[in-house]
């Protein structure tokens, strides 16, 4: 029916009762999951926990917020580590000015690195941007990798339409269900083969749940206002981000 392509099963407030949470997800009808990693560590949590479910895979890197964390043997674990079977995308990487809770300079040399790690291994890779769009462009554009999703999109449209032009995914979360959100018209610029859907649990609940935990059930009410935002029917919308899910991660539907 639907795919959660980002969503973080590791975190403290999804990791207690994730047996729930998957089953939840699977009694809606959400076919599979993606748990998305931030660190060396939580790379082999979300490895644990993907190998634990038929329907949850897992993505290995360092989120920009921890790029000051990355040393001379980072790249060469997360290498052994995307080896793993379960194992479908690299990240998320990325650039956060807005945080900026990792110099600005180790941030670039991370994500940098991953994006050249994913032409590599021939492996798609999750990116964080906030407040970086310029900067994110000039990187994307520089490794020239075309196998990217641009995921919780919140950029604007010059960032939006170089990720497109290089092919890549662009992916949307609860923040579409928001009454202040004002990037609808960016939602339906990207093309219907180029969408994906996500939750980025635990947070960012979208409208009915928010102010609640997040969790990948909830990428239905998400995947419900993409769908009328871009006045097609829903099950239309669920189709084709499902394709798209399975394109992008190279992962069959259901699992």
């Not at 997800?25 to 634990?52: H, K, P, Y």
């Not at 000015?97 to 291994?121: C, T």
């Not at 964080?128 to 999703?149: F, K, N, P």
């Not at 635990?202 to 059930?217: I, Q, S």
Request: glycine share 8%; with cysteine.
């Amino acid at each position: 029916m639907i795919v959660d392509t980002h969503a973080h099963l590791t975190d403290a407030k999804l990791a207690d009762d994730v047996d729930d949470v998957v089953a939840r997800a699977r009694a809606v009808g959400v076919d599979w999951i993606v748990t998305i990693s931030s660190d060396l560590e939580d790379s082999q949590r979300a490895i644990a926990v993907a190998e634990r479910f038929p329907s949850v895979y897992a993505t290995v890197g360092v989120h920009p917020h921890a790029a000051a964390s990355v040393t001379t043997d980072t790249f060469p674990r997360l290498r052994a580590l995307a080896a793993h079977s379960k194992v479908v995308a690299l990240g998320e990487t990325g650039l956060d000015f807005h945080y900026d809770n990792s110099p600005r300079a180790e941030q670039r040399a991370s994500f940098v690195s991953h994006l050249e790690l994913g032409a590599e291994l021939d492996l798609p890779v999750v990116v964080h941007v906030r407040s970086a769009d310029v900067e994110a462009i000039e990187l994307i554009r520089h490794v020239g990798w075309t196998r990217g999703v641009l995921h919780c999109f919140s950029g604007g449209a010059a960032l939006l339409d170089a990720a497109l032009d290089l092919g890549w995914y662009i992916s949307f979360a609860g923040m579409v269900t928001f009454p202040k959100w004002e990037s609808a018209d960016l939602l339906r610029s990207v093309p219907l083969d180029r969408l994906l859907v996500e939750t980025d649990s635990p947070y960012l609940a979208p409208v009915p749940y928010r102010g609640r935990r997040n969790e990948p059930a909830n990428v239905v009410a998400t995947a419900e206002k993409v769908a009328e935002l871009r006045g097609i029917g829903s099950e239309e919308l669920f189709a084709a981000a499902s394709s798209n899910a399975g394109a992008f991660y190279r992962v069959g539907a259901g699992g």
